[in-house]
């Protein structure tokens, strides 16, 4: 009995390893299903990676919400400031120009101006000194005194618009249908004629001197030292012509500003301009010649 009992038993001490050995290898397999848990808890990165999302989906998710740096943010502001920096020197560079657009023509043709205008103040000045040479050379030096004080008072008197004048000219005439023209305008046509030459300038019947103010009248119109004039609007203005005119026509000039208010502009020149509408003479309240 013990005999068969000795195989028995001898029997189980083999099988009982086998038996056991598949349980172990059981619990050694399963810390090494566990372990793909335990790395994906130790990289974030990836978690995040979800096999169901797409190529796009996934680039979005990273690039959404942003995470910006303080340093990123810093270098971002400092690259807008700049950028506007740059932006505002470009344009006033840009604007600081008013003919920069213009073509080569009318370039040329206000560089001429220029030049007749310095040609201008050039005999002027010598005029002056030949009249000086002439009163220290003259043996009748107080009948020559005499000559250029009248001669200095004609002059004197169609600037001041109390003697009349005649001469090389042109005549502008502004005919405005819709009452689009302002003071503003016909001022700057002035302006622009006496920055020409224009040695004497009468609009319609009124005289233009240097104290002349233009308003808007009301109802419409324009008024010239509070006289309300009609239109057309009539320049009779006397100088060089081929000065005048070129300076009315230059780009972004009177006559382009009139155009665009949809006025009527013509501009033609003449060899005899008669300016006879007349300013009375007055005379100062306080000052007085300094001359001895």
């Known amino acids: ?65 942003p995470r910006v740096t303080r340093a990123q943010l810093i270098v971002a502001v400092l690259l807008f400031v700049l950028g506007l920096g740059l932006a505002i020197q470009v344009r006033s560079n840009s604007d600081s120009s008013a003919l920069r657009g213009a073509r080569q023509e009318d370039l040329v043709r206000i560089l001429d101006e220029l030049d007749d205008r310095t040609q201008r103040l050039g005999d002027e000045k010598q005029r002056l000194e030949g009249q000086r040479t002439e009163l220290e050379n003259s043996s009748n030096q107080a009948e020559e005194a005499r000559k250029q004080t009248v001669e200095r008072e004609k002059q004197l008197g169609i600037l001041a618009g109390t003697v009349a004048a005649q001469g090389p000219g042109i005549t502008l005439t502004v ?20 920055a020409a030459g224009a040695e004497a300038i009468q609009v319609n019947d009124v005289r233009i001197v240097a104290d002349t103010y233009l ?74 010649s300094s001359s001895q």
């Open 1 to 65: 009995m013990s005999e068969e009992e000795n195989p028995e038993q001898h029997r189980l001490r083999k099988e009982l390893p086998a038996e056991v050995a598949p349980k172990a290898a059981d619990e050694a397999a399963a810390p090494a299903e566990d372990a793909p848990e335990a790395s994906a808890a130790a990289d974030p990165a990836a978690r995040t990676k979800d096999p169901s999302l797409t190529g796009r989906q996934r680039l979005a998710k990273g690039l959404w919400p």
């Open 175 to 194: 005919s405005d249908k819709k009452g689009s023209v302002q003071a503003d305008m016909l001022l700057d046509a002035i302006q622009e004629l006496r």
């Open 215 to 288: 308003t808007d009248a009301t109802g419409g119109g324009v008024s010239v030292d509070g006289r309300k004039i009609a239109q057309p609007y009539v320049f009779k203005v006397i100088g060089k012509p081929q000065d005048l005119e070129p300076a009315l026509n230059i780009p972004g000039g009177v006559v382009q500003t009139l155009e665009k208010e949809q006025a009527t502009v013509t501009v033609s020149r003449a060899q005899k301009i008669v300016v006879d509408a007349l300013r009375p003479a007055k005379r100062p309240d306080y000052a007085q």
